[in-house]
């Protein structure tokens, strides 16, 4: 199944400091969906807690900068989940499962260097249970780096530039419920026009929190109608990631 963020009730939270020091930004930036404000730490234990996080789905951390072999670690009540960097990754969103209520939410982050996080949502998901169509782009799997490069008189490269890009994703959701179109697909809009970004995981079953996406600037929504009944839609979205 894949799922997408279609609520965030962790935008006004209180946040503490629990361990270690920023090296830059604060804390609240964490609620800012702007990535250019960012909270850093360069603490070898970084931590700090949402305060009454109420009835979850997912936690997702957005915007990520993180040192191969750092350990990011999530607690709540009836709730704990682990990960550990094996490399380059820009988010992580964790699926919780059955809505659990939170409660205190501790972020916890190990390691060495330095630790730098742009964004937080948390909340209720819509699941997608086609899932993934087939070319649909898996971006967090692929070098979303463009080169430019400069060649001397000989054919010899001698110049390089390099450029992270953020790549257009297309969603194709086929044979949906009407009812799925009235109702969820309008609190992801819902959410996606408060914030301008939804937190999005492919395969929630297969334990891999870094295989997901933060979604952005949605320049084309459609819901049409299916060939053969009424009862059902075709859905498509397009999207630039953070991947």
């Known amino acids: 199944l894949m799922i997408i963020s279609k609520t965030n009730i962790i935008a006004s939270n209180s946040i503490v400091l629990e361990s270690g020091s920023l090296s ?12 250019s404000r960012v909270v850093s730490s360069s603490s070898s234990t970084f931590s700090f807690t949402f ?10 951390l957005h915007g990520l900068n993180l040192q191969i072999g750092n350990t990011v670690t999530l607690t709540g009540t009836s709730f704990t989940r682990s990960f550990t960097v094996t490399r380059p990754i ?3 969103v964790f699926y919780i499962g059955v809505a659990t209520t ?9 390691g060495t260097g330095t630790k730098t996080i742009s964004y937080m949502q948390a909340g209720l998901v819509s699941h997608i249970a086609w899932g993934t169509n087939a070319g649909q782009g898996l971006f967090y799997l692929g070098n979303n780096v463009t080169n430019r490069v400069t ?4 054919g010899f490269p001698v110049k390089r530039v390099q450029e ?24 992801i809009f819902t959410l996606y026009n408060e914030t301008g970004v939804l937190s999005q995981l492919d395969y929630e079953e297969e334990n891999k929190p870094d295989e997901s996406c933060a979604l952005f600037e949605l320049s084309s929504s459609k819901v049409a109608t299916h060939s053969q009944t009424t009862t059902l839609v075709d859905i498509s979205l397009s999207f630039r990631v953070v991947a």
């Open 51 to 60: 305060d009454t996080v109420g009835s979850c789905e997912y936690v997702a």
């Open 90 to 92: 820009k988010n992580l």
């Open 24 to 35: 830059s930004g604060e804390l609240s930036n964490l609620q800012d969906p702007d990535f």
């Open 164 to 187: 992270t890009i953020a790549p257009k994703l297309s969603l194709t959701f086929r044979n949906m419920y009407k009812d799925w179109a009235r109702t969820e697909l309008q609190e």
């Open 102 to 110: 939170l409660n205190d939410l501790t972020v916890e982050i190990t």
């Open 151 to 154: 060649a001397n008189e000989a």
